[in-house]
């Protein structure tokens, strides 16, 4: 590693692309990996958490990292593949030792760890040298004063703090995607990760929790008191909202949607009325809907938004009010690509696909997945009896109710041999 900088503060690592010898991208960066003896000893790194192919994390020797450089990571590209399974001798940089609240030898001066720093011993290893704190801000100052320390100037960084705060990861998280922030919580020690979700907003606890599995789902709404969580769920995309509360005991479930709003609670149970892995369990109730008077610019401006995903603002529904579902009367659908090809100021009814026959909500996922590859769709209307648009059922609604129901958790905890 004889061209990678001196010493690397770890906060910046995280992200950081993985490259093999060739030049191709292996993974990213997650986390490092230290052994921590004793506060007057500075903690060996192990190596990196990396994450790869399926959001699996493996363990990256630092013997197998050959340079740190220019915003990248370089590797001997001989990985070893098996899933990370931390040791209790090890300790995760990002995930527990940022936001120990450290105390400098010999002083008054405490604050919370924001980085640390790692460079090369004479012995070629690497080791944690410096701590980064911040002392609680005073008066107007909202950030308090900060200091960079040697290891053996403070106290407080080799045992887990019961009172740790979730300030700097809190930070990382709201930076990364949601499925990437998943990956994280899902890995943090039980006391950890109800302190870091207590923490999140309630939009991004929401955006976190559609990507974790089942059973993390369930324990995480366990760390909020029923309002919070009540909160929580009028965040989540109602058809995921409806497979979380469908897990928990019926008493609760009851309770939950008794303190949702009303027209929350109502598509949520309107949603799990319907059987199991059909057109009606599996669909979204937020697709794009206009009046037959909107124009081509007003569609646009719609799909715009970026909380959609690809598959929503792929169609828009145009339907006789009402417009929330159930609306009035289907009259067709409009694709994106005509839409961009059509003058904005004129009608979006102009540019209908009326030919395109919507699903049932009783179809069966077999007959949704056919007729989606039948006909090119990455989203589908699904109507009633009457032609009322019920909702929408968009490629990964049907992914999600195709693959194995704990294919997040199999994902996260594939290859769970302890890493060599």
């Known amino acids: 590693m004889s061209t990678s900088p001196s010493r690397i503060f770890v906060a910046r690592l995280v992200g950081l692309p993985i490259f093999d010898p060739q030049g191709d991208q292996v993974g990213k960066v997650r986390d490092l990996v230290v052994s921590v003896r004793s506060e007057t000893s500075a903690p060996r790194v192990l190596g990196l958490v990396a994450e790869v192919f399926g959001r699996r994390r493996i363990f990256v020797p630092m013997t197998r990292v050959t340079n740190i450089d220019a915003g990248q990571v370089y590797t001997t590209g001989l990985l070893n593949m098996r899933r990370f399974e931390q040791r209790p001798t090890e300790t995760l940089v990002i995930g527990e030792m940022l936001d120990r609240t450290a105390k400098v030898i010999g002083s008054d001066i405490s604050g919370a760890v924001y980085d640390v720093a790692m460079e090369q011993a004479r012995n070629r290893d690497w080791v944690l040298s410096r701590v980064a704190i911040m002392e609680p801000g005073h008066g107007l100052r909202r ?53 870091v979700v207590t923490e999140l907003d309630d939009e991004r606890l929401a ?103 690809t598959s929503l603002a792929a169609l828009v529904y145009v339907c006789r009010p009402p417009l929330e579902p159930p609306t009035g009367r289907l009259i067709g659908v409009a694709h994106i690509q005509k839409l961009l090809r059509e003058p904005p100021s ?75």
């Open 143 to 195: 950030r308090g004063q900060t200091h960079v320390l040697e290891w053996q100037e403070v106290t407080g960084l080799t045992r887990q703090q019961e009172t740790q705060a979730a300030t700097q990861l809190l930070a990382k998280l709201n930076e990364m995607r949601p499925a990437d922030a998943a990956t994280v919580i899902h890995d943090l020690p039980r006391e950890r990760r109800a302190a």
């Open 207 to 309: 955006d976190v929790l559609e990507e974790l599995p089942d059973e993390d789902q369930v324990e995480i709404l366990q760390y909020l008191d029923n309002e919070r969580a009540a909160d929580v769920l009028e965040e989540m995309s109602p058809d995921d909202a409806a497979d979380l509360i469908a897990d928990l005991a019926p008493e609760t479930a009851a309770e939950l949607l008794e303190l949702m709003e009303p027209s929350d609670a109502e598509d949520v149970k309107r949603l799990m009325s319907y059987a199991d892995d059909t057109a009606g369990a599996m669909m979204t109730v937020e697709p794009v809907i206009l009046p037959p008077d909107a124009t081509i610019a007003d569609a646009l401006a719609h799909v715009r938004n970026p909380e959609l995903t």
């Open 346 to 420: 004129t009608l979006v009814a102009g540019a209908l696909d009326t030919t395109l026959d919507p699903l049932r909500p009783d179809m069966g996922m077999d007959q949704v997945a056919a007729h989606m590859a039948t006909y090119n769709l990455v989203a589908a209307p699904v109507v009633d009896e009457d032609g009322r648009l019920l909702g929408a059922v968009t490629v990964d609604d049907l992914l999600d109710h195709m693959l194995p129901e704990n294919w997040r958790e199999l994902m996260l905890r594939r290859g769970s041999a302890a890493h060599g």
